[in-house]
């Protein structure tokens, strides 16, 4: 391993002024030379699935396996980060095989065209689409542009926790399941019709909202927060994408907050602890709204990647995505920032991956499938794409063959306990 709603309630509106952040190389920053070796990156591997099967063959005598379950049982690993490992595994066994784990061991099989995570870091709560065809929902008096059909939500341990009046792939849940928000209607920039924002609840209800001006469009672009109490959305005026806009809605519809951004937003991402959305941008860049001050800071770098908050609200990753372009990670804390230089172009985001993740004490990042510590690369593999880290880093995961699976994770997985990496830099 290499060490180097016509909406219902305004409460507030701002349009504040761009805070542009200093930003600048990281200091001792050393890109690995070559991609590490399989020997290198055996050490630290704890996980390696190429295939469904695979997995079906690493469960056969059942989850978890003796080697997890040590782990999941050692207290010298912070508790947060063995939870993280469980509920990754448990996540992607549920997307891969269909199946869940109940408490005491016992397999539960569901039916299901396909099951992903509803909420991207824990993914303790799953979105089921049932098996069978789609079906018509105007009847109800949603209005949804496509054929879609009920869904239920399920915990990581198989117990059914609620139903969702549609099963959406691109809808986004909050991390309880106790709100999941789609756009409904116009979906994208050339379609016809109203755009409405969509609330489901796990009782089977919801509601749409609709915007009162129907030259302003959302495009899809919207996050919820951890606890579902807020969401963020996107509208611009079409063919003016620099009338920009990002609104703050609660739990029901009602809007709270607007900021104007400086241009069409392309990603959002609400932090855990509420207090910032960082926004990556069409082009120009991207920003992160401080909802407690109302600054926006403005970052040169970030443009269409998703952005990635640490676990704590502290750090923020901003990935950019060429080649030879430079990625963003910001201390909230210090408003201090620095670039590490890709080292490949990073991808978009997938559901339940980012091309960027950082620990809670923000020294190691993930970068597409290079990996840093203390801004110095310690390794770097090509066929690394998306990827995760538990909150005080003791685990990452890394999806890897791109393949045409647009539903929940890749088939192809790898899961690296870096404990002794971390131990070796201290």
């Known amino acids: 391993m290499k060490y180097a709603t016509a909406v219902a309630m305004v ?41 469904p099967e695979d997995l079906e063959n690493l469960l056969e005598n059942g989850y978890p396996t003796p080697e997890i379950e040590a782990i999941l049982n050692d207290e010298s690993i912070p508790e947060k980060d063995r939870y993280w490992l469980d509920c990754r ?41 049932p098996a069978g065809e789609p079906r018509e929902t105007q009847s109800d008096g949603s209005h949804f542009n496509s054929h879609v059909k009920p869904g239920s939500l399920y915990n990581l341990y198989g117990e059914r926790i609620g139903t969702l009046a549609a099963a959406v792939d691109f809808s986004r849940t909050s991390r309880d399941g106790s709100v999941t928000v789609v756009q409904s209607g116009r979906r994208w920039r050339g379609g016809g019709g109203g755009m409405y924002f969509c609330f489901l609840y796990p009782d089977g209800s919801f509601i749409e909202v609709p915007f009162p001006d129907q030259n302003i469009l959302s495009d899809g672009n919207m996050a919820v927060s951890q606890d579902g109490s807020i969401s963020a959305w996107n509208v611009f ?14 739990s029901t519809g009602n809007e709270m907050e607007r900021y104007t951004i400086p241009n069409m937003a392309s990603r959002i991402t609400i932090s855990p602890n509420n207090r910032y959305v960082a926004v990556s941008l069409s082009r120009y860049g991207s920003c992160i709204i401080d909802r407690d001050t109302g600054e926006i800071m403005q ?13 704590n609200s502290r750090f923020c990753a901003l990935p950019d995505g060429g080649l030879g372009s430079s990625s963003n990670v910001i201390d909230l804390t210090s408003s201090t920032s620095y670039l590490l230089s890709n080292r490949k172009a990073t991808l978009d985001g997938q559901r339940g991956f980012g091309n960027a993740s950082l620990s809670n004490n ?32 003791y685990f990452c995961f890394f999806g890897r063959r791109a393949g045409t699976y647009a539903l929940g994770i890749r088939e192809s997985f790898t899961i690296l306990s870096l404990e002794s990496l971390i131990q070796e830099a201290e």
């Open 11 to 51: 409460l507030c509106s701002f349009a504040f002024p761009q805070t542009p952040v200093e930003e600048h190389i990281a200091e001792g920053f050393i890109s690995a030379a070559e991609p590490s070796t399989q020997a290198e990156l055996d050490l630290y591997t704890l996980v390696s699935v190429e295939t």
């Open 89 to 129: 595994m448990r996540s992607v066994t549920a997307q891969l095989l269909h199946r869940f784990y109940d408490r005491h061991g016992n397999i539960i099989e569901v039916d299901a065209d396909w099951i992903r995570p509803g909420e991207d870091y824990w993914q303790e709560i799953m979105m089921v689409n």
């Open 237 to 250: 005026q079409r063919k003016d994408f620099s009338n920009s806009q990002l609104l703050i809605l609660d």
């Open 299 to 311: 970052f040169a770098s970030g443009s269409v990647r998703q952005p990635f908050f640490s676990e």
């Open 362 to 393: 923000g020294r190691i990042v993930l970068l597409g499938g290079q990996g840093y510590l203390d801004e110095s690369s310690v390794f770097a593999n090509p066929s690394f794409r998306y990827n995760s880290i538990s909150p005080e880093g």
